[in-house]
């Protein structure tokens, strides 16, 4: 086994880092949480910061990860049941001060970056896609939906509408929002 030189890292320093990029986006902003900000608020240095995260796009999806980068969806059952567990994650998800105060900056950011783009699919969406995925395999298996859904469709179905809101402010993000895209993503799953 070959060892890596240098000190190892410290998981507390880890987590202070994360903890100062929620922390100023929530209080002052995206833009406010600059990596010297965010050095600053965790009592570190800016290299300890970039030795951890290439940008501060890439610090703020990890904290995001961290809260919300969790598989949503148990198996309730239902195809219906999975789907609205989705749908409540994700209504926490882009209701949460955090993301209100980030998406913004993070997708004009992750623009520019595309490995910053791949972070935010691979720790957040990914996991969400993934799990809607499971659950309409679970419904083709109890034949509660026919096999060959397009899967990336129906992702995009419960999400699109949830991001459009949460980045132009048209209507609420709440559980009527959720029910209806459910029932949407249901019809489209069963066509």
Known sequence: MMVKPG????????????????????????????????ARRAGTTRPAVYRRH??????????????????????????????????RAQVTFFTDRLVTRALPGLLDEATADPALM??????????????????????????ETRPGVDTDWICDLLTGPLLMRALLPTGPIDANLARLTVETALEASTA
């Open 118 to 143: 791949v972070q935010v699919f691979d720790e957040f969406l990914a996991p969400r896609r993934q799990s809607t995925a499971r659950a309409l395999q679970r419904a083709v298996e109890r034949g």
């Open 7 to 38: 000190r190892p890292r410290a998981e507390s320093l880890d987590a202070a880092i994360l903890d100062a990029a929620e922390e100023l986006v929530i209080t002052e902003g995206y833009q406010a949480a600059s990596i010297e900000g965010i």
């Open 54 to 87: 290439r940008s501060r796009g890439h610090v703020i999806v990890a904290a995001m990860a961290r809260r919300f980068g969790l598989d949503p969806a148990p198996d309730t059952g239902s195809l219906r049941g999975d789907l609205l567990a989705v749908q």
